[in-house]
């Protein structure tokens, strides 16, 4: 069975959930929408569609992607929906936030009516399995994975501050907002430098509705300030970071149930130590399997308190975080996982 895998909008969610699963397996895929200056080509995609069996749609949110798979359908393809951290189907009062609810009032109908002309459908999380299920019983959760070339050698710090990372979605989205005066007082602290990558793009711009996030992080005291790269740059440029430790805060609410681990993937594949989110009920993407390879926060008044513990006992966790790159590379290698991709499609389009 032949498979082709179409992006959706996002680089980095097609990178892992789509370009690693479909190269390693020896099927097709988009690689122009990989490149910095790539963008959807709708008819080249037609063509290469119109020599496989399968098309595997990232994250269909958008109307040509569900015109496309439509039309495919009429030429007797199967069609397989793909997402990963985020939602379909779900009451928007489930959620609290302005910005997450005018997001998944444009995403919803056109990921609703994806899933009900698909063939089958592919997850990363149970959680998100038991939601999208509701829509299309025919569905699967595949992990996500990383590739061992990823696995860069991280620039030592040598400034002589303990340098702290926030990276992308935890600069924004809310996740931050229940830790702002924890966040001031460790960037009060002339020890510490708070490490930020997100929110701004190379040419300086930033999305409106992030000004808010803007200002709070341009208002800290010992701050370093880096924008957002492309996918293909992403792990290189953390590299380069220096970083003692990344830290995912989380906001405890639906949306951030959906999430995946990626971010703890991502960091422990570069040995950087975590500090991470966990929910009350457990339900945080960091308090499954991998919980004992990083630090968990459940007690949101304890932040400042844990990023001191662990820059005064930095050893032992610098030897977490290898023990979690290699657990990583044994457990989320895509080398290694990416027939299983090929496996449970072949398996929905039955």
Not at 28 to 39: L, T
Not at 251 to 270: D, G, R, T
Not at 291 to 304: A, L, Q, R
Request: proline share 4%.
């Amino acid at each position: 069975m032949k498979i082709l895998y179409i992006p959706g909008a996002y680089p980095f969610c097609y990178y892992y959930r789509g370009l690693l699963p479909g190269v390693y397996s020896n099927q097709e895929v988009i690689q122009d929408f990989m490149r910095r200056d790539g963008q959807f080509n709708g008819q080249k995609a037609l063509e290469k569609a119109r020599n496989v069996d399968v098309i595997v749609f990232q994250r269909p949110s958008t109307t040509p992607s569900l015109t496309l798979a439509k039309s495919l359908k009429l030429l007797g393809k199967k069609i397989i929906f793909e997402n990963d951290d985020t939602y379909s189907g779900i009451p928007l009062e489930r959620l609290e936030n302005a910005k997450q609810i005018e997001i998944a009032k444009e995403q919803k109908k056109n990921l609703d009516d994806f899933l009900k002309i698909s063939d089958g459908a592919i997850v990363s999380t149970d959680f998100l399995k038991e939601e999208y299920g509701k829509i299309q019983p025919n569905i699967t959760t595949l992990k996500n994975c990383i590739d061992p070339i990823d696995a860069i050698k991280c620039k030592k710090n040598e400034t002589g501050k303990f340098r702290i990372g926030f990276i992308g979605s935890v600069t924004s989205n809310d996740d931050y907002l229940h830790i702002k005066q924890q966040l001031k007082e460790l960037s009060d602290r002339d020890d510490i430098t708070i490490v930020i990558m997100g929110v701004k793009y190379q040419d300086g711009t930033t999305i409106p509705a992030m000004k808010e996030d803007l200002d709070f992080w341009m208002s800290l005291k010992n701050v370093e300030w880096h924008t957002v790269v492309h996918v293909t740059e992403y792990m290189g440029y953390i590299s380069r970071l220096a970083l003692d430790l990344a830290v995912i805060p989380r906001k405890e609410h639906y949306f951030n149930q959906c999430k995946s681990n990626l971010k703890f993937l991502e960091m422990s594949l570069l040995g950087i130590p975590v500090l991470a989110q966990g929910f009350k009920d457990g339900t945080s993407p960091y308090q499954g399997i991998d919980k004992e390879y990083m630090t968990i926060v459940t007690d949101n008044s304890t932040w400042f308190d844990e990023v001191i513990k662990i820059k005064d006992n930095y050893p032992q966790y610098l030897a977490l975080a290898q023990k979690a790159k290699n657990y990583v590379l044994t457990n989320y290698n895509i080398k290694t996982y990416a027939l299983k991709w090929t496996e449970a499609i072949t398996k929905l389009c039955k």
